[in-house]
C-alpha cells in the first residue's frame, strides 16, 4: 500500500508564497505521474499541477500557470508544489495523488489560506 503525507500549508497574506511537499511511502512507488490537487469548500477538488515522473515534463491549470511550479525528487519519492504570487482564491485543502488519480491514495491533505 502507498501512503502519501502532505505538508507546508499554513496561512499567507496575498502574494505571499508557500511550498507544499509530498512525501511518499509505502511499497515500490514508480508512478507514471503525480499531481497536486485542491478543494475550496463547496467546491469539487480540481486538477492545479502536475508531472510526469521519468521525464518531469510538466502541466498545470491555467489559473496556475507562471505562479505555481511542480517538481519531483526521485530519489526522495517526494514531489513539492512552489506557490508564488498566492491570491485569496487559491484558499483551499491541497491533495496529491498519481495523475490520473488513485482513491485509495488519497491523504488528508494540507491547508493553504490565503488572506487578502
Known amino acids: 500500500q502507498v501512503q502519501l503525507v502532505e505538508s507546508g500549508g499554513g496561512l499567507v497574506q496575498a502574494g505571499g508564497s508557500l511550498r507544499l511537499s509530498c512525501a511518499a511511502s509505502g511499497r515500490t512507488f514508480v508512478p507514471f505521474g503525480m499531481g497536486w490537487f485542491r478543494q475550496a469548500p463547496g467546491k469539487e477538488r480540481e486538477f492545479v499541477a502536475g508531472i510526469r515522473w521519468s521525464s518531469g515534463s510538466t502541466y498545470y491549470k491555467d489559473s496556475v500557470k507562471g505562479r505555481f511550479t511542480i517538481s519531483r525528487d526521485n530519489a526522495k519519492n517526494t514531489v513539492y508544489l512552489q506557490m508564488n504570487n498566492l491570491k485569496p482564491e487559491d484558499t483551499a485543502v491541497y491533495y496529491c495523488?498519481?495523475?490520473?488519480?488513485?482513491?485509495?491514495?488519497w491523504g488528508q491533505g494540507t491547508q493553504v489560506t490565503v488572506s487578502s
Open positions: 495523488n498519481v495523475d490520473p488519480p488513485v482513491r485509495d491514495y
